[in-house]
Structures are given as C-alpha cells and as structure tokens.
C-alpha cells in the first residue's frame, strides 16, 4: 500500500497542525512498517525520517503563495507518478485536481472552520485560500477526519452533506510519561499564569491582559507568561502591555523550545486560553495532561472535557478575570482525564486511510 502526505506543516518551526502531522506520522510509519509512506512538501523538511519505507518529495519553494501552487499543482502528479492507493492532508486543503484521479483514496482533517466563525480573526491571504480551497477540498474527499466532537459539529453546521464520512478523532497531549520523570527545572520563580499560542486577533490577548490587571489587585506577586510566536493583524502585544501599565508583571518568551515549554507548563498556577474560537486547543490539553488548571472559553473543544481543574469563561475581559479569580482560589481534586496515546490516534486514522470507496 502506497500512502501520500500534505508534509508541509513539517517544513516550519511546529505549531499546533505541525505538531499534530508529526506525532501522527511518527506512529503510522511505526505501527505500519509494510506501507510505502510519501512525505510531499514544497521545500525540504525540518526533521528527517529514516526509515526503509519512507521517500521524499520535496521542492524550493520560499513564499505562501508558491507553496499553494506547488501544491495544487505538482502534488498530483507526483501521486500518479507514485501510484498512490490514498492521499492524505492534515490540515484543510486537498490538492483539487486528486478529483479527477479517481482510484486515488482522499482523505483531509479538518482542525476548525474560523474562516467562517472569525473570518475577522485571519489575515487576509489566508481567508482567501480558505474560502477558494477548503469547500472543495471537503467536497471531493472520501474520508473527513476532524480533530474533535466539537469540530464535526461545527463542520456538519455549515456543510451538512459531510454527515456521512466524517469521523472524529480526538487528539491527544505531547507530553509523554516519560518526559515528567526528570521534571525540569523552575524557569520562573514567581507564581504565573501562562498563555500558549500564535499572538495573533483570535487568541483574544487584549482581553486576557485587561483581565489580568483586575486580576493583579489582590494578586500583586502575580505574572502572565506569553509564549508564543508572532501571528498577523494589530496583535502588538508589547504596545498594549505598556498602555495597561503591566510592563514589571508581563513575561513575553517568544517562541521556547519543547523541554522549555514543559517547564513553564508544569510550573504555571493556570494556564489560561480565552481564545475567541479553538477546534481544539492543544496548550489546554498538554496542560491538562498535567493537572494543571486550565480557562478557556465556551468555544473550545477542551470545554466539553469534564475535570475540576477546566473553567469557563466568557470573552470579555471581566468575566476572564472573575474566572481566573475563581480558577487560583479552587482546590482541584477531580481532575480532567487526559490521555497521550498517539498510538490510539494513528491506528484510528490508519483505519480511515485504507477505507474502501
């Protein structure tokens, strides 16, 4: 059996999609070593993978733009030149000519519909590949994976002729057992409450500050990490620390490395995520997987897991103060069941890849 990959989320620095194709990968070249695995991208991975069966299609490309046409163009014929059984995409978009080859097995995951929920929230460009590439991408597949009870609902709400061959997947922590036996050292002494994600309008950042500032009145030893890499749009969040007068109790790291975040995840009093729209939420779930306390809004998946250690917000920046209040006053004990098998995810996805027409 001959499987393709969308692996351009691996081509970059790994975010929530990237890191989501990696561990999944990872166990599917593992659990299925008799499969012939292709890695296309539009330039040459970060990580490598030595094994027997796996091979690499990669090209040069530099720029968003090229990395879509090269896509929507060479992809395809690289899958008939390697006599493909099935073609897989974990994030969104199919390459749409795959539509006329027909014994090839689509399959594409789908991680959330913001564009329509938020489309305010995105850049521009990238609303624009949205709305161009993921109806038809849903449309011509054979299989829809999607990332969360949650995120089918949503899918089925906007594009209900999917019923019938969309299947859920849950994800599932990157912390490993193994990495919490040598807990890692202390990075920051005082007590925090840490924000993990791209800083950009979604993560709804403005509100999370102006929260943490009412927080700050009864809680003045207290600081907010943020971790994370620069997005798009006005999300300045350095300019806006200084207006709220927060500079001496703000942490702002940039992007960390993954025993880094560890850390700062084990360490945190609350992990706070008040995003205006998430299919998931993985830093929730890793800090979950910790028994950290988490907040998040209504609209994340994470808010339908049961645990103590889970609270709710609304958006604005005083409900977000009152429940983080409320977060760091509370004694959790029983706490979210959150598991790490991405084992158990690859061998549901592999199920879903070698599906039948």
């Known amino acids: 059996m001959k499987i393709g990959i969308d692996a351009r989320p691996l081509s970059h620095k790994l975010t929530g999609i990237g890191r989501y194709t990696y561990n999944v990968l990872l166990n599917l070249i593992e659990l299925y070593p008799d499969v012939e695995w292709f890695l296309y991208s539009d330039r040459p991975l970060l990580m490598e993978f030595d094994y027997p069966n796996v091979r690499l299609r990669t090209g040069k490309n530099t720029s968003s733009l090229t990395s879509t046409i090269f896509s929507q163009s060479i992809f395809p014929f690289w899958a008939i030149n390697d006599k493909l059984n099935t073609f897989w995409s974990p994030r969104h978009h199919l390459p749409l000519l795959l539509f006329f080859i027909k014994n090839i097995h689509k399959v594409v995951t789908i991680h959330d519909i913001v564009w329509i929920r938020h489309p305010?929230?995105?850049?521009?460009?990238?609303?624009?590949?949205?709305?161009?590439?993921?109806?038809?991408?849903?449309?011509?597949?054979?299989?829809?994976?999607?990332?969360?009870?949650?995120?089918?609902?949503?899918?089925?709400?906007?594009?209900?002729?999917?019923?019938?061959?969309?299947?859920?997947?849950?994800?599932?922590?990157?912390?490993?057992?193994?990495?919490?036996?040598?807990?890692?050292?202390?990075?920051?002494?005082?007590?925090?409450?840490?924000?993990?994600?791209?800083?950009?309008?979604?993560?709804?950042?403005?509100?999370?500050?102006?929260?943490?500032?009412?927080?700050?009145?009864?809680?003045?030893?207290?600081?907010?990490?943020?971790?994370?890499?620069?997005?798009?749009?006005?999300?300045?969040?350095?300019?806006?620390?200084?207006?709220?007068?927060?500079?001496?109790?703000?942490?702002?790291?940039?992007?960390?490395?993954?025993?880094?975040?560890?850390?700062?995840?084990?360490?945190?009093?609350?992990?706070?995520?008040?995003?205006?729209?998430?299919?998931?939420?993985?830093?929730?779930?890793?800090?979950?997987?910790?028994?950290?306390?988490?907040?998040?809004?209504?609209?994340?998946?994470?808010?339908?897991?049961?645990?103590?250690?889970?609270?709710?917000?609304?958006?604005?920046?005083?409900?977000?103060?009152?429940?983080?209040e409320r977060a760091l006053s509370h004694s959790s004990n029983n706490y979210a069941n959150v598991s790490n098998d991405w084992a158990m995810v690859a061998e549901s996805t592999f199920k879903r890849l070698k599906s039948e027409h």
């Open 120 to 324: 305010k929230t995105m850049s521009r460009f990238s609303l624009i590949l949205e709305r161009l590439l993921f109806p038809m991408s849903v449309k011509i597949a054979d299989i829809i994976i999607t990332v969360s009870e949650f995120t089918k609902s949503e899918l089925l709400g906007e594009f209900s002729s999917t019923c019938n061959k969309t299947y859920p997947i849950p994800l599932q922590s990157f912390i490993k057992d193994t990495d919490i036996i040598n807990k890692p050292p202390r990075l920051i002494e005082d007590s925090y409450i840490l924000f993990v994600g791209t800083l950009e309008p979604r993560k709804n950042l403005e509100n999370l500050l102006r929260a943490f500032r009412i927080v700050l009145k009864n809680n003045g030893d207290l600081k907010l990490v943020i971790v994370g890499k620069d997005g798009w749009g006005d999300t300045k969040i350095s300019d806006l620390v200084k207006e709220l007068g927060l500079e001496e109790f703000i942490i702002i790291t940039g992007f960390v490395s993954d025993k880094e975040l560890l850390s700062l995840y084990m360490h945190c009093d609350i992990l706070a995520m008040p995003s205006l729209y998430e299919g998931f939420g993985l830093p929730a779930l890793e800090a979950l997987s910790l028994k950290r306390k988490v907040v998040v809004s209504q609209k994340n998946a994470i808010a339908e897991t049961k645990g103590d250690n889970v609270f709710i917000t609304d958006l604005d920046d005083k409900s977000i103060a009152n429940t983080l």
